[in-house]
């Protein structure tokens, strides 16, 4: 079963909105540095949206001013909300979760949903 459960992809036209969820078990979800990347065909795949354990939160520069990541800590659940989608945010959008251990950062990643802009 897995850690990291996306959902909420789907088709928008150019100018429309999404909203990503990703449910994460509890142990990952409190203490982990949790993001979403996407990975569009032929393209190496790319960070889009961090948020750390306390709350904070970066951005590529592409998604700057569109995209917002968040966590619901009740629902275990990281959300990534898109607006003003452009074809060129087409890709494969991934949960990330890094969990420190004591040995380490142990990584985690969702199955992928997939988001297409189109008209």
């Known amino acids: 079963q897995g850690q990291l459960v996306e959902s909420g992809g789907g088709l928008v036209q150019p100018g429309g909105s999404l909203r990503l969820s990703c449910v994460a078990s509890?142990?990952?979800?409190?203490?982990?540095?949790m993001g979403w990347y996407r990975q569009a065909p032929g393209k190496q795949r790319e960070l889009v949206a961090r948020?750390?354990?306390?709350?904070?939160?970066n951005y590529a520069d592409s998604v700057k001013g569109r995209f917002t990541i968040s966590k619901d800590y009740a629902k275990n659940t990281v959300y990534l909300q898109m607006i003003s989608l452009k074809p060129e945010d087409t890709a494969v959008y991934y949960c990330?979760?890094?969990?420190?251990?004591?040995?380490?950062?142990?990584?985690?990643w969702g199955q992928g949903t997939q988001v297409t802009v189109s008209s």
């Open positions: 990330n979760a890094d969990k420190p251990t004591t040995w380490g950062i142990q990584r985690y």
């Open positions: 509890g142990s990952i979800f409190i203490t982990s540095l």
């Open positions: 948020i750390t354990s306390g709350g904070e939160t």
